[in-house]
């Protein structure tokens, strides 16, 4: 039985200026209420089931960063606190108050919490809706395309942020074998 030569170690990576490591993911998770403001372009968005009722959509938007911010890194008690640099890309799990960020896809967008506003005609049992501001470099900005789709249970439901945009390709699905890790440090009902 012949011998099967050893696998030779990789050669050094190499990269060429201008250029950063990108892995298609975000390096952490930012929580505007806690967290403080995030100033970014919003790229796309993911969404999966909600870790709360599955039967409902969770989404996060991935906004890349115009200016170094506090992100959480990790879930419950690996979670820690570090500074996502400028240029990296990062989510914002997305609650009912963002819904203007749909459409600010390629925009400037400084997204501050603002607190929280009671819903007429919501039960007094349900939380207020958090609210936050939006401040632009343009009015206009392309509708955030959902570039992974991870649900199962809530497959079928369609929302203002689930609704394809016209002529969009169709979302990439998690393929087996992929990374499939969840990475979601809360779940935010819209």
Known sequence: ?????????????????????????????????????????????????SKLDKSKPSWFVIFELLEDTKVTEGTAEDAKEITAQKGDMIGVWVKGGMRPLRKMGGLKVLMQYNGVKKIPGRPPAQDPMKVFSFDTDKMVGETLLCIE???????????????PAKGAPPVRERQPGEDDEETEPYDFPS
């Open 1 to 49: 039985m012949a011998k099967t030569p050893p696998t030779p170690a990789p050669k050094k990576l190499e990269t060429r200026e201008g250029l950063r490591k990108n892995t298609g993911d975000v390096v952490g998770f930012k929580d505007c209420e806690k967290q403080g403001p995030v100033y970014g372009i919003p790229r796309a968005f993911k969404a999966s089931d």
């Open 149 to 163: 789709d991870n649900r199962k249970e809530s497959r079928n439901v369609v929302n203002a942020w689930l609704t």
